[in-house]
């Protein structure tokens, strides 16, 4: 009888060490994996997690891996964009996924993004959500949470910038996060404006920065550009402004301004309509903002640009005097 016992007490002990080896070889013992994307969904339980894991064959021992995971109390696992390559111990791998460290995802908006190219850009992002997405026309609606009121379009309500996101976000979400930041900076950089501008409110600022910011000049150019705008806005004059033009047209525009385009019907046509488009007609940059709320202490009502260089005029007998010396066989952005 006490033979058996000490040969059920070895077999016991031999049992217990290659449970424990393997328990340590499947944590510790780093394996080579080839270059592997691992994709945790935002909401996906433990079980999803650890049948993505297996599925992708980036664990040694499956179940050795949830028992450590259960014997460190559950913790959470983030979902993410994980990717493995080399030589990668399981206890590392689960590391990453309580610690979140995966691959940034980010959606960016560029200044000068229009709306049709955020939701194209939405519905292209690696595993971001756009189902979600209202029609375009219905956005401003939605909007209304980080908020804006009263307005008819998204158009110039997002905040160009990166916005991290992890997968399964939804793409609202992180237009909602652009608009909140949209409105937090307009409010900020509304506040401390440059006095007697003839603006009456935050959204025609953002109207003109938009416009501003299409131009296409540098930054170090757009208080200027701005103060051209804002002159002609005291004046009474019209902007002149070829993106308003570009933007009435919409998929009409084929990538050069005819005579007959520059008289398209539209309230957005500021050749046509004195004062501001109905609405921003892209998304404007801080700098943009920031060069319509603090613009150029000039007189000027006119500008035109030739290799990357802009001259500015305060009448329209000078602005025909740079065009002639400027512009003779070339081509420019002129306002």
Known sequence: MGRLIRASLKAFLLLFLLVVGDFLYALYWPRTIGPTDVVIF????ADAVFAQLEKAEVL?????FRLSWVLRGRPPLHAG???????????????????GRSVPLNFTIVPGTRLQQVYDLARQAPYLDAHSLPPREALAVLLRQAGWRRVRSAEGLLQPDSYRYVPGDPATAVLLRAARGMHRELERLWA????????QTPYQALILASIVQKEGAPAAQQERIAAVFLNRL?????LQSDP??????GDQYRGKLSPADMRVASPYNTYLHPGLPPTPISMPGLQAL?????????KDL?????DGQYHYSQDYAEHLRQIRHYLQGGKAAHG
């Open 42 to 45: 935002r909401g996906s339980g």
């Open 60 to 64: 040694a021992q499956p179940w050795m």
């Open 81 to 99: 964009l994980y990717r493995f390559q080399g030589r990668v111990r399981g206890l590392t791998i689960l590391d990453d996924l309580i610690a």
């Open 192 to 199: 401390g404006r440059a006095p007697d501008l003839p603006l």
């Open 234 to 238: 005291r004046l009474g004059m019209p």
């Open 244 to 249: 308003t033009v570009i933007y009435a047209l």
């Open 290 to 298: 920031a060069a319509v709320l603090h613009p150029a202490q000039t």
């Open 302 to 306: 006119y500008f035109i640009a030739k």
